[in-house]
């Protein structure tokens, strides 16, 4: 359905991603695993059009979407919920939802799909009038979702979903996630808290400064020792690398 071949991306001369190559397949939830700076949410980015490779191609459903302006894509059915929701704050839920569907794509079924937005998150219903600067953090991230719905989209892709969130809010937005999902969705994540993302995901990329370094199903990368060291382990392996445990763990079975 969606793939990236070989993309190379840049922030002026930095260059942030390397070769990244990956398919989306139809139906299931993808996650991008990784530290901060991995490379996650630029990968995001360049699907969404925002930032535009130097190197590769962005595909879906075997057109070339490499240089489709972003608000094009919209349209095609690739939504993304940005990282820290983006919210419009002096405009009430119903008008930062009403906003997800200028797209013509969303325009043709803008009353259906606000009253299915309103049945997945009825506390938006409950607010609809509410600013939505005033809402928790918790509402201001169904409320995000909600406005990236309201466009219809065939791939949703979500960015760090559960930022400063309790694990009470953490899992009702992942539980809204698999309801998203089981209508037929095809779901993107990225998201810094593996365990959560890995539970929800189908198959899931490990990112580490900007290349896929692994991939695989969550069983099999939850058994991976690198993988359970590095990110579900102690608090301090959160300052390795993925390649520095590799190293250490080399290192370790060179000198005995």
């Known amino acids: 359905m969606l793939k ?44 969404s059009g925002l930032v535009t490779p130097r190197q590769g191609r962005v595909v879906l459903d075997g057109t070339d979407l490499t240089h489709v302006p972003a608000h094009q894509r919209v349209d095609l059915g690739i939504v993304q919920v940005p990282e820290g929701r983006r919210l419009f704050p002096f405009m009430s839920v119903a008008e930062n939802l009403l906003l997800g569907a200028h797209s013509p794509r969303g325009r043709a079924a803008r009353d259906e799909t606000l009253a299915q937005v309103y049945t997945l998150f009825p506390v938006l219903q409950e607010r609809k009038t509410q600013l939505a600067g005033s809402l928790s953090g918790g ?89 359970r060291e590095f990110y579900l382990g102690a608090a301090g392996s959160a300052r390795r690398s993925y390649r520095d445990v590799k190293q250490y763990r080399r290192s370790r079975r060179w000198y005995g």
């Open 4 to 47: 990236l071949e070989g993309i190379d991306a840049y922030y002026g001369d930095l260059q942030a991603l390397y070769g990244v190559s990956f398919e989306v397949e139809q139906g299931r939830v993808f996650a991008l695993v990784g530290a901060n700076a991995a490379g996650k949410s630029t990968t995001l980015r360049v699907i």
């Open 139 to 227: 509402e201001q991230q169904m409320c995000a979702i909600g406005r990236a719905l309201m466009s219809r989209p065939r791939v949703l892709m979500l960015d760090e979903p559960t930022l400063g969130l309790a694990p009470v809010l953490v899992a009702r937005i992942f539980e809204t996630v698999r309801t998203i999902n089981a209508s037929g969705m095809t779901i993107l994540l990225v998201e810094q808290n593996a365990q959560v993302a890995l539970d929800a995901a189908d198959h899931a990329y490990v990112m580490e400064n900007g290349r896929i370094v692994l991939d695989g199903p969550p069983e099999r990368l939850l058994a991976h020792q690198d993988i």
